[in-house]
C-alpha cells in the first residue's frame, strides 16, 4: 500500500502547535514529530490522565520540556469554550493546530450533551467552534496553520442537509454519520480557506488512510453484542491491512511543518500529496450553507468572529 512520509527537517523552535486527541493514534505521533522539531505542544485531550502519561513520554523521547496537557472533549462545546479561554489565557502564540481529535460512529445515535448526534459533535462541531475561538490568535501570529482530519469516508456521504444535521429526522446509520462527519471536516476547510485568504493563515484537511489505532473502541458507546461484535471484527480488518501509526500521521505532519506546503490553503491531501476530493466536498454553495448553520448550532457570537 503506497504511504507517503514527510520528509522535511524544517525546526519548529519557537512555534506552538495544539493538537486534539493526542493522547494515542496519529495525535500522539503528530504531537511527537512536532515536540521532536523543538515545538512548544499543546495535548488538547479528553482524558488528562492518559494525556499526561503520553506527554511524559514524548518529554523523556524528545527532551523537549515544552509539552503540556489541556482538558479538551469535543463533544462538548463547554469543554472546547473553556480550553480556548484556559490557551488564550496562558499562550501569547498559536503557529499550528491540528484537528485531530475523532471517533467512528456507534451503530445507534447518541445525543451529545449539547443535543448534536454523538458523531458530529465530536469531529465536526467541536473543531468548528475551537478553530472559530482561537482564530484571532493564529492570525496575530501568521504565517500559521490549521490541518483538519478527514477521511476517504467522506466520498459515501450525501450533500448535507443543513436542516437535519444530526439525523432528528432522517434515517441514521454508522457509516452515514461518520461519513458525513467527515465530509463537513472538507467543507469546513473550504470556507475557512476563502474567508482567510490574503491572512497568512492556510486551512488544509486530509485522508490518513486506514489506520491501525483505538479509534474503534472510542466510538462504541453502545453495549450490544452486535455492535461490540462488528466494531471488533472492523478494528481486526485494519490492524491486519491497514497503515501503522507512523505512516498515518506523515500527512497531518506534512502539512503542519513542510516548506512546499507554504501558502497552499484550501486542498486536500493523502500521502502528503494533493489529490481529488469528492465533488460534494468541493462545492463551495454547500460549504457556505453549513458555515452558516453551524455559526448558529454553536452559537458563535459576534465578537468570536474574527474573519
Known amino acids: 500500500m503506497p504511504s507517503g512520509r514527510c520528509t522535511s527537517t524544517r525546526s519548529l523552535q519557537g512555534l506552538t502547535a495544539i493538537v486534539t486527541g493526542a493522547s494515542s493514534g496519529i495525535g500522539k505521533v503528530t504531537a511527537r514529530d512536532l515536540a521532536g522539531r523543538g515545538a512548544r505542544v499543546i495535548l488538547a485531550c479528553r482524558n488528562k490522565v492518559k494525556a499526561k502519561e503520553v506527554a511524559d513520554e514524548i518529554i523523556k523521547v ?7 496537557v489541556r482538558q479538551l472533549d469535543t463533544s462538548d462545546l463547554q469543554s472546547v469554550r473553556l480550553f480556548a479561554r484556559e490557551v488564550l489565557q496562558t499562550e501569547t502564540n498559536i503557529h499550528i493546530l491540528v484537528n485531530n481529535a ?14 448534536f448526534e454523538l458523531t458530529m459533535a465530536t469531529n465536526y462541531y467541536g473543531h468548528f467552534l475551537l478553530t472559530n475561538l482561537l482564530l484571532r490568535r493564529l492570525m496575530e501570529c501568521a504565517p500559521s496553520r ?3 482530519v478527514s477521511s476517504v469516508a467522506h466520498f459515501f456521504a450525501w450533500k448535507p442537509d443543513v436542516k437535519d444535521l444530526n439525523f432528528n429526522n432522517k434515517y441514521y446509520n454508522s457509516l452515514l454519520a461518520y461519513s458525513q462527519s467527515k465530509l463537513c471536516n472538507i467543507l469546513f476547510t473550504q470556507e475557512l480557506a476563502e474567508k482567510l485568504r490574503g491572512s497568512g493563515v492556510t486551512a488544509n484537511s486530509l485522508h490518513p ?3 491501525a489505532t483505538d479509534i474503534f ?13 462488528t466494531t471488533q471484527v472492523l478494528d481486526f480488518i485494519i490492524k491486519l491491512i491497514g497503515k501503522s ?3 498515518g500521521a506523515q500527512t497531518s505532519i506534512y502539512l ?5 506546503v507554504e501558502g497552499v ?3 486536500y491531501f493523502t500521502d502528503c500529496k494533493e489529490t481529488w476530493c469528492s465533488l460534494i466536498a468541493r462545492d463551495l454553495s454547500a460549504a457556505r450553507a453549513l458555515w452558516e448553520v453551524s455559526e448558529v448550532d454553536v452559537n458563535l457570537r459576534p465578537a468570536e468572529i474574527f474573519y
Request: proline share 2%; aromatic share 4%; no cysteine.
Open 62 to 68: 524528545t527532551s523537549n520540556q515544552e509539552v503540556v
Open 102 to 115: 475523532g471517533i467512528v460512529a456507534p451503530m445507534e445515535r447518541h445525543l451529545s450533551k449539547d443535543g
Open 146 to 148: 490549521i490541518i483538519n
Open 209 to 211: 488512510g486506514a489506520v
Open 217 to 229: 473502541n472510542k466510538g462504541e458507546v453502545s453495549q450490544s453484542w452486535l455492535s461490540r461484535f
Open 245 to 247: 501509526v507512523e505512516s
Open 256 to 260: 503542519a511543518v513542510s516548506e512546499e
Open 265 to 267: 490553503t484550501g486542498k
